[in-house]
């Protein structure tokens, strides 16, 4: 019986596959690095083959691990970064430029023309709850067919295909039979509806792009075709699950109910509320977004987006040498002098939410003679949990002028489930529940991204139950991490944060409408 499933993650720095058992829990995993390219400042790109090469690698390598044949698969399921743009020709699936990073800021310009066109931007916020920033993929994909030598009159006559890496994947899986995507990938297009669950004509005019390019979109557990068999020991393996990585961790974290919340912890920080059936415009520059769609129907989240949790750690080590391995910065963090307030803005390539300025770049307050590799350790671990309290106090208000919003638990605050690999360091979980002031809970299986992809393909392939029974047998906890700072500290330091904020950024505070935490603080 076809009972295994197998996730395929391919992430912004790596690409890995994990090997589920019908319990969902891990048999085997392989992982491959992907290498990074920088142009240009702020510029950032994948080489297609890469991504492509890793992928197609560590499902095979996930198979022989686990001694498992191809046939043993009940379904693939697949995750991805999010936003990231390939542009790639229909009759050889070759790409006609690198992938476009999500990260990648070259269009900032063009986001700032459509922030400044009012109608422009209550357009792409009522149609895709989205803000006008090049994080989203419809700049990135304008810039390729402007900038590519007869890209657009390529596109017009439908001969390119468009899509973020999950659609790219699938069509090189299939042989390039289907060119699809789920309705979570298709949300952080900036061309979607996400209320209609449709490409948006009104759009795809305002960004000159050709409706013959996108691809279909479908459920996150549907049947998006088959394997060329070709590619895994002669058996067509059939792909039934997909979603965005972030949406996959919010079902990996079993985040089923409304008002239920999770942070992923990786390259960036990424935290999704479950705001239920009924879609909420945020009034504190969150994104309104699709968590998933099973059976036609949607399911909602308010997202907040930081673009460095994971890489200011990477920064650490590969930037600055201060550290061999990433696992060495929570313990260098813990031996650093709490007399000294070291903040670190890492806005390296911008700041995410809420304050989504794109022009912001990286800075360090508070330097001492006194200041060493222990304080500027303890500055970048901190830096993310300042970021997720931003956050969460902009989510919060959004709910409080929520009809019906399930409130936080009375004297404790909303638990936070979360996940990633900075989740492994005590240290840094331990400050994050105390500048919360709230639960932290770290659950048993860490790779909640693919363990949501996999439980999207055991869904389609009737392995799995649905979210409304699956709550209780879905996730299990390893640890939960409670408060121990005093109220009146944590306040001391994120108002220490939130100066540092407004010294790094690019537009003056005095001309920007501050989000909830700054209000609050």
């Known amino acids: 019986m076809a009972d295994l499933l197998l996730a395929l993650d391919q992430g912004t720095t790596s690409t890995r596959a994990i090997l589920f058992g019908p319990d969902l829990l891990p048999r085997a995993v392989a992982q491959r690095e992907l290498p990074q390219h920088y142009p240009a400042p702020a510029w950032v790109e994948h080489e297609p083959e890469d991504i492509w090469s890793a992928s197609l690698a560590v499902l095979r390598e996930a198979l022989e691990r686990g001694g498992a044949g191809p046939r043993s698969v009940a379904g693939i399921g697949i995750t991805n970064q ?17 992938a476009i990073v999500w990260q990648d800021r070259r269009t900032a310009g063009a986001c700032a023309r459509l922030r400044d066109d009012g109608q422009a931007s209550a357009l792409i916020a009522e149609r895709t709850g989205l803000l006008p920033d090049p994080y989203f993929s419809a700049t990135k994909l304008a810039w390729i067919l ?4 007869g890209a657009r009159a390529a596109a017009e006559r439908g001969d390119l295909c468009f899509g973020t890496v999950d659609s790219f994947l699938l069509f090189r899986l299939t042989g390039g039979r289907v060119h699809a995507t789920d309705a979570t990938n298709a949300a952080r297009t900036m061309l979607f509806d996400i209320r209609r669950g449709a490409w948006d004509e009104d759009l795809l005019r305002l960004f000159r792009v050709p409706a013959a390019m996108l691809p279909e ?16 020991g002669g058996v067509a393996v059939p792909v039934r699950g997909m979603a965005g990585d972030q949406q996959a961790a919010t079902l990996g974290q079993a985040c089923f109910a409304p008002g239920m919340v999770k942070a992923t912890y990786g390259t960036g920080c990424f935290a999704l509320l479950n705001t239920g059936t009924a879609p909420v415009a945020s009034r504190n520059r969150l994104l309104t977004t699709i968590a998933w769609q099973l059976g036609g129907r949607r399911t ?11 890489a200011a750690v ?3 080590r590969d930037g600055l040498g201060l550290i061999a391995e990433a ?10 002098d709490p007399r000294q307030a070291v903040y670190l803005v890492p806005a390296f390539a911008g700041l995410g939410a809420p304050w989504w300025d794109a022009e912001a770049r990286g800075a360090l307050f508070g330097l001492t003679r006194g200041t060493g590799r222990a304080e500027i350790a303890r500055a970048a671990l ?3 949990a300042y970021q997720t309290a931003d956050l969460l106090a902009a989510m919060e208000a959004d709910l409080a002028a929520m009809p019906g919003a399930v409130p936080a638990a009375p004297g404790q605050g909303r638990v936070l489930r979360v996940d990633g690999g900075m989740v492994a360091s005590d240290w840094t979980m331990q400050f994050l529940a105390d500048l919360l002031g709230a639960p932290v809970d770290r659950p048993t299986v860490l790779e909640t991204t693919a363990l949501g992809a996999a439980y999207l393909a055991g869904l389609q392939a009737g392995l799995r139950a649905g979210p409304d029974a699956a709550a209780e047998t879905h996730w299990r906890r390893d640890r939960r991490f409670l408060p121990a700072m005093a109220r009146e500290e944590a306040e001391r330091r994120l108002a220490g944060w939130r100066d540092a904020v407004r010294r790094t950024l690019s537009t003056p505070p005095s001309c920007q409408s501050a989000p909830a935490g700054e209000r609050a603080g």
């Open 82 to 98: 999010r936003e990231t743009t390939l542009v790639w020709d229909r009759a050889t699936g070759r790409a006609i430029h690198r």
């Open 314 to 316: 990477q920064w650490l």
């Open 146 to 149: 402007d900038g590519v030598a």
């Open 217 to 232: 979109v479908r459920d996150c557990a549907a049947e998006f075709g088959a394997t060329d068999p070709a590619l895994l």
């Open 300 to 310: 909602y989240a308010l997202e907040g987006a930081i673009f460095v949790a994971g």
């Open 382 to 384: 901190e830096s993310v």
């Open 327 to 336: 696992r060495e910065a929570g313990a260098l963090a813990a031996r650093a």
